[in-house]
């Protein structure tokens, strides 16, 4: 489909550059066996401990569910080094310039 407005290559541009930046987000999660069947065997152990508590051991399954979503972030790349989002935030500051720049109607995104 190819854009037929202004707008429409505005978006289709700006979901190009994003796409561009998500798959060089996507090569920095880890893809290495070894961390894989870590976070997995924790993951395990973290499930049969949350099974075994009671339901007065609310504060601890909680605790031990906040560590699955800890080691599920690192597992798919949401925690990243501070410097990796430096190309993503220029990108971000390009749009809104676009977007000041060009202006239109209630002031939509672009």
Known sequence: ????????LKFDYAAKELKLINDKFFKLRNHNLQF???IK?????IKS?????DDSDE?????AKDIVKI???????SIYPPAALNEMK???LNLIMCKK???VGYGWLI
Not at 41 to 45: F, G, P, V, Y
């Open 1 to 8: 489909m190819v854009p037929e407005t202004n707008k429409g």
């Open 36 to 38: 894989k069947n870590s």
């Open 41 to 45: 065997k924790l993951k395990d152990e």
């Open 49 to 53: 401990y949350r099974k075994s508590l």
């Open 59 to 63: 504060v601890a399954s909680t605790f």
């Open 71 to 77: 080691a599920r972030r690192i597992e798919y790349a």
């Open 90 to 92: 220029k990108q971000l």
């Open 101 to 103: 720049i060009n202006k």
